[in-house]
C-alpha cells in the first residue's frame, strides 16, 4: 500500500520543492518506488516547463509529461486562485483527486505530494488546499525556511496543520540562502525543543545544485518509520 506524504511550508520560498525533491531522490536511492505529485503549480518558463515540476521528475528519474505529476498548471508565477480568475480555469476538487489517481495508478511504494506556498493556500471561493479531501491520507511534512521569523512562523504552521485534523510525521529544516541567519544552530535547537515533531534533517542552500548530496542531509530512517 502506497505510503503518502504531503510537504507544506512555513512560507513561499521556505525550500518545498528542494526538500521535497531530496526525500524523493533518497527513497529512490534505498530501492523504494517513489512517485511525486505537485497539484497546482504556477509559473512557466519560456520553453513552457515548471521549474519546480522538472526538480521533481529529475529526482524521481521520470521523463514524461508535465501534466503527468500536475493536476492544475498556470503561466504566470501568481497565486493559483488569481491565475484561475484570470484564465477562467477554476480550481476544482474534482481536477485534483483525478491527478492524485493519476499519480497512484502505478502503486508506488511512496506518494510525495509537494503544496503551493504556506499551508493556507487560497484557491477562490473561501477555500484553502487544505479543504481538499484528498489530502486526508496524507501524513503532512512541515518545511521550515530557516530566516528572521522562522520560529513563529514554524510553531504557527504546526498549530494550523493539526487544528484541522491532520497527522504531522515531523518537520526539515532548509537554510533559504547560503549566508546562514544569526544563531542558526540556536533557531534549530529552539525548534527541535518547541516543534514536539520528529525532526528530519537539517538542508543546506549550499548543496541546492546537487539533489542526491542534499539528500544526505535528510534522517531516512526516521522518515522511513512514520
Known sequence: M????????TDTDAGKTFCACALEAALRERGYSVRPYKP???????????????????AVGLHVPQSEIAALIYREPVAPHIAARKTG?????????????RA???????????????????????????????????????????????????LLTREAVLRRGFRVGGFITHSVSAELQPYYQENLETLQEMMGLPFLGDVRYEKSANIKEASSDLNLDLFLSL
Request: with cysteine.
Open 2 to 9: 502506497t505510503k503518502m506524504f504531503f510537504i507544506t511550508g
Open 40 to 58: 497546482i503549480a504556477a509559473g512557466l518558463e519560456a520553453n513552457g516547463s515548471n521549474q519546480d515540476i522538472s526538480r521533481h521528475l529529475e
Open 89 to 101: 480555469k477554476e480550481i476544482c476538487f474534482a481536477d485534483l483527486d483525478l491527478g492524485l489517481k
Open 104 to 154: 497512484l495508478s502505478d502503486n508506488p511504494d511512496y506518494l510525495i505530494t509537494e503544496g503551493a506556498g504556506g499551508w493556507l493556500l487560497p484557491l477562490g471561493g473561501n477555500r484553502v488546499l487544505p479543504d481538499w479531501p484528498g489530502m486526508r491520507d496524507m501524513q503532512v511534512i512541515i518545511v521550515v525556511g530557516m530566516k528572521l521569523g522562522c520560529l513563529n512562523h514554524a
